[in-house]
């Protein structure tokens, strides 16, 4: 539940920063350093990236229109990191999708 609100909040954030123009490529580091978390915070940092990860296409939209062409590019980045960054985690943490014992 957290996860998935901090990831709406972010994901509208990005989609700001792209119609403005102000979206920079070294925020892509920021989406490595929540994958790294999410090892720690598996669910809560997946629901996270969950949110990113459906922003940002509309986000790159709104930065190849309105903003510029390295707004757009920055949100397709972020967007793929945050896809292959739920992979990965799902991957190494596949016992943190179960919900408690059997």
């Given at each position: 539940m957290i996860g998935s609100i901090i990831g709406l909040i972010v994901g509208v954030g990005?989609?700001?920063?792209?119609?403005?123009?102000e979206l920079q490529v070294w925020?892509?580091?920021a989406v490595v350093i929540a994958v790294l978390i999410g090892f720690l915070f598996p669910v809560t940092i997946g629901t996270f990236?969950?949110?990113?990860?459906?922003a940002s296409p509309v986000a790159a939209i709104l930065g190849f229109v309105?903003?510029?062409v390295?707004?757009?590019?920055?949100?397709?980045?972020i967007g793929i990191l945050a896809f292959g960054?739920?992979?990965?985690?799902g991957l190494v943490r596949r016992d943190s999708s179960e919900l408690g014992p059997y």
């Open positions: 990005i989609c700001v920063q792209a119609f403005s123009g925020s892509l580091g990236l969950t949110g990113v990860a459906i309105f903003g510029n390295s707004s757009g590019l920055a949100a397709l980045g960054g739920q992979f990965i985690i």
